[in-house]
């Protein structure tokens, strides 16, 4: 089962700029609060590309996560393990071409796979027509996966029908049917990820204007006093 959508917008800012806000936008909920669910960011690789030019990265994102409610009530505690709360980590890499003038990201959960797979790919681009210079296009992809039918059927083959999960999640899939409960899952998670992202676009939004009103320095001076408040308070 798979459910895609796909959204268009365009930030009022120069696509170096935008560049810029995407790498720095967890960097301190002081500067987007949108990004207080982020616990940390680490770099994992970057480097460039001698025959391109263009920076490859690859960073491990954790988030506060929180199962959507209403998919916890579709599957049974022997799946969820009853917790809905955790900590989630996201794999995100990106390639940069500053001369060609575009971004291509790509961002993957790691957990929660075996009920849902989330991959969002984006694609900045600074725009062709003269008219829209200091603009940059961003095309988002998001790609929803739900396997959770195919792991169980997986996972009863292999055990014995005397087993008491399996026979608990059979009987389970055997009254809902498994394809509705996939379509339901992607359906539900679809639907909050399109409202994050409009917390993602507002987020970046107030990052680019206080770049715009503060330069880069400013914005790194206002990110180191903000985690040395952090320090004071812990």
Known sequence: ???THTTNHTYNHPFPTVTLAFFLRYCSPQLNPFASHVLSTDTISTHVDPATGRLHTTRLHLKKSRMP???MKLLPTSITGGAADKASYILETSVVDI?????????R???????LSVVERQLYSAPTSNSDVGKTDVETKVVFRSRL???????LGGQHAAHQPAQQENGWF???GARPIQRSIESIAS???LDQLGNSREGMRILLETLRQNGIIGVLELRKRARE???EMA
Request: charged share 30%; aromatic share 6%.
């Open 174 to 176: 055997a009254r809902l």
């Open 149 to 155: 039918g195919e792991r169980i059927r997986d996972r």
């Open 229 to 231: 408040r952090g320090m």
């Open 109 to 115: 959960n790691l957990n929660f796979v075996g009920v």
């Open 69 to 71: 409610p209403a998919v």
């Open 99 to 107: 001369r060609e003038g575009w971004l291509s990201t790509e961002s």
């Open 191 to 193: 639907t909050k990820t």
């Open 1 to 3: 089962m798979v459910l």
